[in-house]
């Protein structure tokens, strides 16, 4: 005779599943005491799947508030009331009822690797803004157009900042230290609050409260990350005070230590620039434009740009650009390029062609 062992395996789970519950309610009497260890004793495989299924089960509660699991659970506890939990009996009288708790199983697997998933992400969309109350009891900002992507391990808490800019309140737990990745950069906390932003060419850690310390990747690891201070040199765990946001440039030992510019008015839906180049200052406002996209030429990138502006309006922000510097605004209905002015031919005017400044 040819044992399907497929069948017997899912017998087995089921089985297995209904006395890790039953363990989990709590044995009532000495019978259903006795019931399992007959149980166990008949096949020595059954006391591996019990532990393996009970060792499922108590990361499942691990995490049974994470945010991730709440609507999940709850699609198990409705599973479960109509299977009749509370009046089952063991699946060789019931086997419908086991049916029903395999078939939680199934989503509680499911749950867990969703739950491990070293890449799982929190994103916006252009002119989109989302909070995120993460497993931990942090708190993720993400400004628009921005992704994180989150893992959490028993002894420590990985984040990536793979674009935009994201802020962070970090729930204290000296055990498991709270790090944020953005290109070759690394800010570490146990717990702050402070926002890290991914721009073009340079990566801004602006520290609201507590400290950091961040670290730059080398071709053996990491090293400590160095920042300037008027004219000494100091670790960036102890030049980047509240207050102030540090700028770091890939491939670069050193980081520019600055005031910071009151970054959090994004989460309030307004932009604020103290002092900034213009091509910053419009790879910003592009996170919150869904039609028009803002260009900046070359010639007029490094303009520095002060001043508060409503996300979104990127016509106002080019007009206040022009307004103030000379630079031409071109609107081709997409986009508008910010440019220099063109300059007049001094040699039109001999050749019998009309000329004008275009501002």
């Given at each position: 005779?040819?044992?399907?062992?497929?069948?017997e395996?899912?017998t087995?789970d089921?089985?297995?599943?209904?006395?890790?519950?039953?363990?989990?309610?709590?044995?009532?009497n000495?019978?259903?005491q006795e019931?399992l260890?007959?149980?166990?004793a008949?096949?020595?495989a059954r006391?591996?799947?019990?532990?393996?299924?009970?060792a499922l089960w108590?990361?499942?509660?691990d995490?049974?508030?994470?945010?991730?699991?709440?609507?999940?659970?709850h699609?198990a506890?409705t599973a479960?009331?109509?299977?009749g939990?509370?009046g089952?009996?063991?699946p060789?009288?019931m086997?419908w009822?086991?049916?029903?708790?395999?078939?939680?199983?199934v989503?509680?697997?499911?749950?867990?690797f969703?739950?491990?998933?070293?890449?799982?992400?929190y994103t916006?969309?252009?002119g989109e803004?989302?909070?995120?109350?993460?497993?931990?009891?942090?708190?993720?900002?993400?400004?628009?157009?921005?992704?994180?992507?989150?893992?959490?391990h028993r002894n420590?808490?990985?984040?990536?900042?793979?674009?935009g800019?994201?802020?962070?309140?970090?729930?204290?737990?000296?055990l498991r230290p709270?790090?944020v990745?953005?290109?070759t950069?690394?800010v570490?906390?146990?717990?702050?609050e402070f926002?890290?932003?991914k721009?073009?060419?340079?990566?801004?850690?602006?520290l609201?409260?507590?400290?950091?310390?961040?670290?730059?990747?080398?071709?053996?690891?990491?090293?400590?990350?160095?920042?300037?201070?008027?004219k000494t040199?100091e670790?960036?765990e102890?030049?980047?005070?509240?207050g102030?946001?540090?700028?770091?440039t890939?491939?670069?030992?050193?980081?520019?230590?600055r005031?910071?510019?009151?970054?959090?008015?994004?989460?309030?839906g307004q932009l604020?620039f103290?002092?900034?180049p213009?091509g910053?200052?419009?790879?910003?406002?592009?996170?919150?434009?869904?039609?028009?996209?803002?260009?900046?030429?070359?010639?007029?990138?490094g303009?520095?740009?002060?001043?508060?502006f409503?996300?979104?309006d990127?016509?106002?922000?080019?007009?206040a650009?022009?307004t103030?510097?000379?630079?031409?605004?071109?609107?081709d209905g997409e986009?508008?390029l910010?440019?220099a002015?063109r300059?007049?031919?001094?040699?039109?005017?001999?050749?019998?062609?009309?000329?004008?400044?275009?501002?």
């Amino acid at each position: 005779m040819t044992l399907d062992w497929k069948r017997e395996r899912s017998t087995l789970d089921d089985d297995a599943v209904l006395w890790c519950l039953r363990l989990n309610e709590g044995l009532a009497n000495e019978r259903e005491q006795e019931d399992l260890r007959a149980w166990l004793a008949a096949d020595p495989a059954r006391r591996h799947r019990l532990d393996a299924i009970t060792a499922l089960w108590d990361g499942i509660e691990d995490d049974a508030h994470a945010p991730e699991m709440l609507s999940l659970r709850h699609a198990a506890l409705t599973a479960m009331e109509q299977a009749g939990r509370r009046g089952w009996t063991w699946p060789r009288r019931m086997p419908w009822v086991g049916i029903a708790v395999a078939a939680m199983l199934v989503l509680a697997i499911n749950v867990v690797f969703l739950l491990r998933d070293p890449m799982t992400y929190y994103t916006t969309g252009i002119g989109e803004r989302r909070v995120v109350a993460l497993a931990d009891g942090s708190t993720l900002s993400l400004d628009a157009d921005s992704a994180v992507s989150v893992r959490f391990h028993r002894n420590r808490r990985d984040l990536t900042l793979d674009r935009g800019r994201a802020a962070f309140k970090v729930a204290k737990d000296p055990l498991r230290p709270f790090a944020v990745t953005s290109g070759t950069h690394v800010v570490v906390a146990t717990g702050t609050e402070f926002t890290v932003e991914k721009l073009a060419n340079e990566v801004r850690v602006a520290l609201v409260e507590g400290r950091v310390a961040i670290l730059r990747t080398v071709p053996h690891g990491h090293a400590v990350q160095l920042a300037h201070v008027g004219k000494t040199t100091e670790p960036a765990e102890q030049a980047l005070t509240p207050g102030h946001e540090l700028i770091l440039t890939n491939g670069r030992a050193l980081g520019a230590l600055r005031a910071s510019a009151a970054d959090v008015g994004w989460e309030a839906g307004q932009l604020f620039f103290a002092n900034e180049p213009l091509g910053i200052a419009a790879e910003r406002v592009n996170r919150y434009s869904v039609g028009k996209r803002i260009d900046v030429a070359s010639d007029v990138t490094g303009i520095r740009v002060s001043g508060v502006f409503n996300a979104g309006d990127v016509d106002a922000f080019a007009r206040a650009v022009a307004t103030v510097f000379p630079v031409r605004v071109r609107n081709d209905g997409e986009r508008l390029l910010l440019s220099a002015p063109r300059k007049i031919d001094a040699n039109a005017g001999q050749n019998g062609t009309n000329s004008r400044k275009v501002n």
